[in-house]
């Protein structure tokens, strides 16, 4: 089935997730990619690596499925020449990195424009370009850390990370959903454009709320750990045999989980008569919640609670989340293999679902240079030419 971005091509200089997964979610919806890596390749091929073959990490493999893969040094003056002309067939650029750097390698708007007047470029800073931190470097830790999250997330005195980079992928689909605005301008006017994305402000969307009390109330709200912050029961609760996390919002769900206690003072006290009551005396509602769990095993709890209509969920270690019968039956993650692998890795599917155009892992990520000769030899690159630039490392 074509795919709603057939005939849009995406260079991506992008580098570990942000710029990266923003290309793969174009490339899932048909868009076609192509990976510009350094000539050793890039750092992000040998995180978590899972095969023989060297460059074969996971999170590649993942934000870069859908892609062709190219080697190039553009810092030489034929591999700029090179960049260039591939930019003139492109619709659009991605890379994730400081102003600077994009000037360095011809990549920011102004030159790129140049080449292709209606050319799209996407990029991803730690702290966006305008203020005192513009030229800073980051990470998604750097931006969990500094948008609240990261002393909201942890202990009173032990603040903690999100081990999953949400920010990192966050970034990434706000890119995507950029992408695609700025696709869908330029086919009603011709204009490109730059589409910015920012790894703390996508953290400071996550925050927003709390920071909106705190600045107009100044409740100075403190860490509680597991347990939520604007309703309860809702925390992390020991079982005979694991964990769950049970968490209630609003009141019908509160009184089904009242009457599942059997005490009546948990619905009629005035404490208990709104969310935020409940979670001012969620240390008190947790500590009933948990003596109820302790004779009982996960499986038990769970399906008491879901009878119930209590959102409920088992904590799994990720064996665990990859037995999960209903993550198998969903298509949520897709088994593709990659030369050098015992066996084909689960592989993140498109995340987002459409019922008449939906995206698709159509082929594994790229090795190293894969497609070099192909994609630089429609350029007007012959055989010939193609050794010698690889005898000077320039691709």
């Known amino acids: 089935m ?33 990976r510009v890596e350094k000539v050793d390749g890039g750092e992000d091929r040998f995180n978590y690596e899972i095969g023989d073959e060297p460059g074969s990490g996971s999170m590649f493999m993942q934000c870069n499925r859908n892609k062709k893969g190219v080697t190039l040094n553009p810092t030489k003056p034929e591999g700029r020449e090179i960049q260039e002309k591939l930019i003139a067939t492109a619709d659009v650029v991605i890379a994730n990195m400081p102003p600077r750097a994009l000037e360095q ?3 920011d708007y102004e030159s790129l424009k ?6 799209i470029l996407v990029t991803n800073t730690a702290f966006g370009t305008v203020g005192p931190y513009a030229k800073k470097v980051g990470f998604d830790s750097v931006a969990q850390a500094m948008s609240g999250n990261m002393i909201m997330s942890g202990a009173p005195n032990q603040p903690a990370k999100s081990f999953g980079p949400y920010v990192d992928y966050g970034t990434a689909g706000l890119c995507a959903f950029g ?9 009603a006017t011709g204009e490109g454009q730059e589409v910015q994305g920012a790894l703390l402000a996508t953290a400071l969307m996550t925050t927003n709320a709390i920071m909106s009390e705190e600045a107009v109330t100044g409740r100075g709200r403190v860490p509680t750990g597991n347990r939520g912050q604007v309703s309860a029961p809702s925390d992390l609760f020991r079982t005979k045999d694991g964990h ?15 009457a599942l206690m059997g005490d009546n003072h948990w619905t009629v006290e005035e404490r208990f ?24 095993t996960t499986e038990e709890a769970m399906d008491i609670l879901e009878e119930h209509r209590i959102p409920v969920g088992p904590v799994y270690n990720l064996q665990q989340a990859l037995d999960d019968p209903h993550i198998k039956a969903s298509g949520m993650l897709t088994d593709v293999d ?9 592989i993140t599917s498109t995340p987002v679902k459409l019922m008449k155009t939906p995206g698709e892992i159509r082929h594994r990520a ?20 193609l050794a010698a630039l690889r005898q000077q490392r320039i691709i």
Not at 244 to 258: D, K, L, S
Not at 275 to 288: C, F, K, N, Q, T
Not at 367 to 376: P, V
Request: negative net charge.
């Open 2 to 34: 074509p795919g709603v971005l057939d005939g849009i091509r995406v260079l991506d200089f992008g580098r570990y997730i942000a710029g990266p997964w923003c290309a793969a979610l174009l490339g899932d919806l048909g868009a076609e990619v192509i």
């Open 105 to 107: 390698l011809g990549l």
């Open 114 to 119: 140049a080449i292709k007047p209606d050319i």
């Open 179 to 187: 992408t695609m605005a700025a696709i869908m301008h330029r086919n």
């Open 244 to 258: 769950i996390y049970v968490i209630c919002a609003g009141q019908p769900m509160f009184e089904r989980w009242a």
């Open 273 to 296: 008569a709104t969310d935020d009551g409940r979670a001012e005396h969620g240390e008190e509602i947790s500590a009933r919640m948990q003596k109820w769990c302790e004779d009982k």
């Open 338 to 346: 990659y030369p050098g692998m015992a066996k084909p890795a689960p």
């Open 366 to 385: 790229p090795q190293l240079g894969e497609h070099t000769d192909e994609i630089i030899g429609a350029l007007g690159y012959d055989t010939d030419r």
